[in-house]
Nanobody, 124 residues
Framework: QVQLVESGGGLVQAGGSLRLSCAAS????????MGWFRQAPGKEREFVAA????????SYADSVKGRFTISRDNAKNTVYLQMNSLKPEDTAVYYC?????????????????WGQGTQVTVSS
């Protein structure tokens, strides 16, 4: 049974940092692009960042570029999202997912397995 489990969320003051982890089990995803998305209350799920299977290529939403860093450890079947200089508008539930196909990295419809999400709350 494939599972993606996110962790590392919490409450942090504006300007602070958090590191999210997404641990995969049930199969290895080292050959797959993986991504982070987020969803704030009343808003649609939006792309945050993605990383290629080898880790050599990354992509970021403009809103997080320069503040967030995605990385992966294929030996641990885990993807990370380092979030620095957090802002109140970063408050959301953050999800990791595996990209199954398609040519773009920022479309949620091209991702398959999803985790249950981890809450990130940034206070002002």
């Amino acid at each position: 049974q494939v599972q993606l489990v996110e962790s590392g969320g919490g409450l942090v003051q504006a300007g602070g940092s958090l590191r999210l982890s997404c641990a995969a089990s049930g199969r290895t995803f080292s050959g797959y692009t993986m991504g982070w998305f987020r969803q704030a209350p009343g808003k649609e799920r939006e792309f945050v960042a993605a990383i290629s299977g080898s880790g050599s290529s990354t992509s970021y939403a403009d809103s997080v570029k320069g503040r967030f860093t995605i990385s992966r450890d294929n030996a641990k079947n885990t993807v990370y999202l380092q979030m620095n200089s957090l802002k109140p508008e970063d408050t959301a539930v953050y999800y990791c997912a595996v990209k199954w196909g398609g040519s773009t990295w920022d479309s949620a419809s091209q991702y398959g397995y999803w985790g249950q999400g981890t809450q990130v709350t940034v206070s002002s």
